[in-house]
């Protein structure tokens, strides 16, 4: 996994998560490592990941597998200087990996949209007309995406009070949702669209993601435009980003798509139309001060569309990506009660508690809650781990008059 750091009083760099060490890729490269492969070691010495990834796929493949001999056991070309170039992660700081300049949020987990549809529409149909036909998503902001740790402020907001009046104050219903993020790695121009055969090679890899919403203010606000206010006060990111080239180990097939989608969502490369999908078991775990509980626990299989789709759908009208850019999948939720991601669902809008082992509830988080987010794929012995990402709810502010 490849992320952004310092230590001591050293400038950000690139550096790559190698279990509890990180490997200085600023060191590495500069020693000369990455030469012969036409890669200047300066790329990693940046505060963010971008200028590494615009250098395209087969450096990052290159650089990969060469990172991997570099790690293999006692390998003799770190013997001479292990101690210089790997940084025990308890000494360092972690930064968001990337400049991120654009983000989209999708809405591509189908039990996610049934259990909200039969919540918020009861007697009608679960999911609306359109969504089994494209990849429902909104235009977000970047600006208060944030680095896992990061603590959350309560965010105000106008809310429905009980009299049917609008009211302003502290969010009474605030939420998490469990999401992946993909980090976009290949650019294409303004009015040329990426087709679904060649949208996974625009990805550079995957993080985790926390949409934290106000579920009280979304529901007052969002019609007719959709989420606001309840959305963009913050979101959190890991600090690690997974290359989507080390997830094929885990590549499955998705669910059926009924009815079959347009030919511009069809990809006529077979193994990447029946395998577009990937088993990454996820989990979200409340920390309340008294107890750590695992609250939910689901995978990144359940998503409805894949993350082809995801871009072949974004850029089919024309629209540009950028390196950088963060696409979210959505909530990603089983179809079982436990493996819900998010407490709206898990609590079912507040009218089922969660029970705590210490004896206490939560429909919805309390100021010092805090949450974690986990993720990891197991195949054929081989385990790869997604970076956590953690953050913390703080009280709101005092409006100012």
């Not at 759908?313 to 979210?328: E, M, P, R, Y």
């Amino acid at each position: 996994m490849y992320g952004i750091f310092n230590y001591d009083i050293a400038d950000r760099r690139v550096g790559y998560k190698h279990s509890d060490h990180i490997l200085d890729l600023e060191a590495v490269g500069l020693s000369g490592y990455f030469s012969d492969l036409g890669i200047d070691g300066r790329v990693f010495a940046r505060p963010v990941l971008n200028d590494f990834i615009a250098l395209g796929k087969p450096a990052w493949l290159a650089v990969g597998t060469r990172i991997r001999r570099l790690l293999a056991h006692n390998a003799a070309a770190l013997a001479n200087i292990r101690d210089q170039v790997l940084i025990h992660e308890s000494l360092a700081t972690l930064y968001l990996p990337v400049h991120i300049g654009n983000y989209t949020d999708f809405y591509a987990g189908i039990h996610h949209a049934e259990n909200v549809g039969r919540m918020f529409r009861p007697g009608g149909d679960a999911l609306l007309p359109n969504y089994r036909h494209l990849p429902v998503a909104y235009h977000g902001r970047a600006s208060s995406i944030v680095v896992s740790g990061t603590p959350i402020r309560r965010p105000n907001g106008q809310t429905l009070g009980p009299n049917g009046q609008p009211v302003f104050g502290p969010s009474k219903t605030l939420d998490i949702e469990l999401e992946l993020g993909l980090i976009i790695g290949k650019e294409n121009p303004l009015g040329e669209p990426v087709s679904v055969a060649d949208a996974e090679d625009h990805i550079f890899g995957v993080t985790l993601f926390n949409d934290w919403s106000a579920r009280d203010i979304q529901r007052w606000e969002y019609q007719p435009l959709g989420p606001f206010l309840g959305k963009n006060f913050g979101s959190s990111m890991s600090a690690w980003v997974v290359p989507l080239h080390d997830l094929e180990p885990f590549r499955v097939a998705g669910p059926i798509q009924q009815p079959e989608p347009l030919p511009y969502l069809q990809s006529k490369k077979p193994d990447r139309w029946t395998a577009g999908h990937f088993d990454l078991e996820l989990e979200i775990v409340l920390h309340t001060g008294a107890d750590d509980v695992v609250i939910s626990r689901t995978n990144a299989r359940e998503l409805y569309w894949s993350f082809a789709q995801m871009v072949a759908h974004h850029t089919v009208n024309g629209c540009n990506l950028q390196i950088g850019d963060v696409l979210a999948t959505g909530t990603i939720s089983g179809d079982m009660p436990g493996s819900y991601g998010s407490l709206l669902e898990l609590s079912e809008n507040g009218t089922r508690p969660l029970h705590l082992p210490n004896g206490d509830t939560r429909t919805f988080l309390n100021d010092g809650d805090a949450v974690t987010l986990r993720g990891w794929g197991v195949a054929n012995g081989l385990r790869v781990d997604l970076g956590d990402v953690h953050g913390n709810i703080i009280p709101a502010l005092q409006p100012k008059s």
